[in-house]
């Protein structure tokens, strides 16, 4: 009689810690949409937990996923989530444990905790100190790498005479909503034993402007000028919204009152246009531009129009690209190209769209 007891205790206390486990107490995982900009590990923590009942203890799991391959699985030490929502960042739940696929996406994250283009699928869980789910979420997001911009002037290592310069960049590629994209730039002096990048980073800025919206920005008449003789490090940062995608070389410059020697000019390059709006770009012996390859083309698909003739020249020199933006040259040799005649460059994408830029050569 007393085994039959006890045998009806245990079998109730197994059913009820059973019951228990089946109904436990739930949260609400939300998780918070992120720019596809450079999507970062660290940025999958960007939840918000509602917690209807008594404060609870959880460990967070997040599981990435591309179709069905997972790449990469995060988990958080233990945390407290008491009642109410509450909203999770990287910084709350530092430290975490991370293991990694072998595969070339999982790698890739393993190295620079970078996604690369695509689409992939993450889910978050919390569990209770019991091992079961209280609470999960999933949500697919795109990610989305940018070549970073790049500087255009003043050149790096230029002489300038100019108290208050123009500073102008390219923006990054795949080309951004203009609503969505804005610059940071600054500029510091470089001091002697420090590298352009120390410089820029930690000296106090001669010239910074956040929340730029267009390319190119005038040093303010209103601000005091570079100083003579002194060697000057400057930067530009991308952002999309708050969340900063890439940013440029750290160029440099030095400011001379009255130079010894010739300063240093450098052409602003020309962009290729998708339409002819009959200004031209005078050059000599090398016509220099800038090309943007959005695809994975390796060489530049051109050919040469005479504007008088309106027939193609029968020249050609490989020019080799890369992904992004490229700043080209190429040669113009006197037996191919007359002086005072006017020429288009076209030049023809893989989906074969067609940028050109008409050049006069002047001597």
């Known amino acids: 009689m007393k085994d039959s007891y006890i045998r009806g205790v245990t079998g109730l206390a197994v059913f009820l ?17 992120v720019p596809p900009a450079n999507y970062t590990l660290d940025k999958i923590w960007n939840i918000q937990v509602v917690n209807p009942g008594a404060a609870v203890d959880v460990t967070l799991e997040a599981e990435i996923r591309n179709n069905l391959e997972l790449l990469v699985s995060v988990k958080t030490s233990k945390i407290t989530l ?4 509450r909203m999770l960042r ?6 975490f444990q991370t293991s990694y696929s072998s595969s070339e996406d999982g790698q890739r994250i393993y190295r620079n905790g970078t996604f690369g283009y695509g689409s992939f699928v993450l889910c978050v869980k919390a569990i209770n100190v ?20 790049m ?13 208050h310069p123009m500073f102008i960049w390219i923006g990054p590629t795949p080309i951004i909503r203009a609503d969505d994209l804005s610059y940071n730039i600054r500029v510091a002096e470089k001091r002697e034993g420090q590298t352009p990048q120390e410089a820029v980073e930690t000296n106090v800025a001669s010239f910074e402007e956040q929340g730029l919206k267009k390319a190119f920005i005038k040093h303010p008449t209103t601000q005091e000028p570079f100083e003579d003789l002194k060697t000057y490090a400057w930067r530009v940062e991308a952002f999309v919204g708050s969340n900063k995608i890439a940013e440029t070389e750290t160029w440099t410059f030095r400011y001379e009152k009255n130079p010894k020697l010739p300063v240093t000019t450098t052409a602003i390059y020309p962009l290729l246009k998708n339409q002819d709006d009959q200004a031209f770009v005078p050059v000599s012996d090398t016509l220099k ?9 390796t060489t530049l698909d051109y050919h040469i129009i005479d504007i008088e003739t309106k027939k193609p020249l029968d020249y050609k020199y490989e020019l080799q690209i890369a992904s992004g933006n490229n700043v080209l040259a190429l040669p113009l040799p006197s037996k191919d190209f007359q002086i005072g005649k006017t020429y288009r460059l076209e030049v023809r994408n893989q989906k074969k769209d067609k940028y050109m830029l008409v050049f006069r050569k002047l001597k």
């Open 82 to 85: 008491p009642a109410g929502a």
């Open 151 to 163: 500087l255009v002037y003043p050149a790096d290592g230029s002489v300038l005479d100019d108290y």
């Open 17 to 33: 810690l059973c019951w228990a486990s089946g109904f436990a107490q739930q949260v609400i995982v939300n998780i918070l949409p």
């Open 289 to 297: 531009f800038v090309y943007r390859n959005l695809y994975q083309a």
């Open 90 to 95: 990287y910084s709350d739940l530092a430290p």
């Open 130 to 149: 019991n091992g079961a789910i209280v609470g999960e979420a999933c949500q697919e997001f795109a990610a989305q790498t940018y070549t970073p911009p």
